[in-house]
T-cell receptor, first 115, second 109 residues
Framework: NAGVMQNPRHLVRRRGQEARLRCSPMKGHSHVYWYRQLPEEGLKFMVYLQKENIIDESGMPKERFSAEFPKEGPSILRIQQVVRGDSAAYFC?????????????FGPGTRLTVT | KNEVEQSPQNLTAQEGEFITINCSYSVGISALHWLQQHPGGGIVSLFMLSSGKKKHGRLIATINIQEKHSSLHITASHPRDSAVYICAVIDNYGQNFVFGPGTRLSVLP
C-alpha cells in the first residue's frame, strides 16, 4: 500500500509563472489536507478537501491560490502568478475519515522555489 | 482560535538521556497529535491522543485534558532521534490542525 505521494518533489518557478502541486492520497483515503511550511517557520493549515468538495479553505490566501480534489485523479494545489514569498515546502496529508481523531498520513512534500 | 506552545524550542542531549518535550494549548480539543519532522523534511505521525497515555517503543506520550497539556518522552535517546517534534491539535469545532512551533532536538553521540 503506497503512502501519500506528492509530485514534483522540487519545483522552481520564475515570478509570475504558475505552480501546480499534486498529491495522491493513500488508497482508500478520501480526505486530503494541504499545509505550507515557510522557511524557518512552522506548519500552517491551508485547505481541507474531500472528493469534489472543498470543506475548509480558511488557511488559504484568497488570491492566486486554489485547490481541487476531483472524483478521479490527484488533488491539485495551484498557485497563479507566483511571488518570492510563495517559496516554501507544501505538504499534503490524507486520512480515511474526517476529524482530528483519525491519523493523517503525510506526503514527502513539494519544495517550491520562486526565483 | 487555539494557541499551541511548545517547550523547549531547542534541545541538545547526550545519547542515552531521557528527554521530555512539552506542549500546551489554549482551548478544548478533540485530539492532539505528535509529529516528527526529519532533517530531510519528511513528516511522520508518532501519536494521536485524546486522553491518557500511549507508548510506542522508546516513545511515550501523555495528555492531561484538564490542564490542556501534553508531553512527549523519549527514553534512551539516540542520535537518530534528532529531528523537529511538532505538537498539533484539532479543537472541538474544526477539522484542521493547529500546529505548535516545534522543538528541535539534537542527540549527540
Amino acid at each position: 500500500n503506497a503512502g501519500v505521494m506528492q509530485n514534483p518533489r522540487h519545483l522552481v518557478r520564475r515570478r509570475g509563472q504558475e505552480a501546480r502541486l499534486r498529491c495522491s492520497p493513500m488508497k482508500g483515503h478520501s480526505h486530503v489536507y494541504w499545509y505550507r511550511q515557510l522557511p524557518e517557520e512552522g506548519l500552517k493549515f491551508m485547505v481541507y478537501l474531500q472528493k469534489e468538495n472543498i470543506i475548509d479553505e480558511s488557511g488559504m490566501p484568497k488570491e492566486r491560490f486554489s485547490a481541487e480534489f476531483p472524483k478521479e485523479g490527484p488533488s491539485i494545489l495551484r498557485i497563479q502568478q507566483v511571488v518570492r514569498g510563495d517559496s516554501a515546502a507544501y505538504f499534503c496529508a490524507s486520512s480515511p475519515l474526517a476529524g482530528g481523531a483519525y491519523e493523517q498520513y503525510f506526503g514527502p512534500g513539494t519544495r517550491l522555489t520562486v526565483t | 482560535k487555539n494557541e499551541v506552545e511548545q517547550s523547549p524550542q531547542n534541545l541538545t542531549a547526550q545519547e542515552g538521556e531521557f528527554i521530555t518535550i512539552n506542549c500546551s494549548y489554549s482551548v478544548g480539543i478533540s485530539a492532539l497529535h505528535w509529529l516528527q519532522q526529519h532533517p530531510g523534511g519528511g513528516i511522520v505521525s508518532l501519536f494521536m491522543l485524546s486522553s491518557g497515555k500511549k507508548k510506542h517503543g522508546r516513545l511515550i506520550a501523555t495528555i492531561n485534558i484538564q490542564e490542556k497539556h501534553s508531553s512527549l518522552h523519549i527514553t534512551a535517546s539516540h542520535p537518530r532521534d534528532s529531528a523537529v517534534y511538532i505538537c498539533a491539535v484539532i479543537d472541538n469545532y474544526g477539522q484542521n490542525f493547529v500546529f505548535g512551533p516545534g522543538t528541535r532536538l539534537s542527540v549527540l553521540p
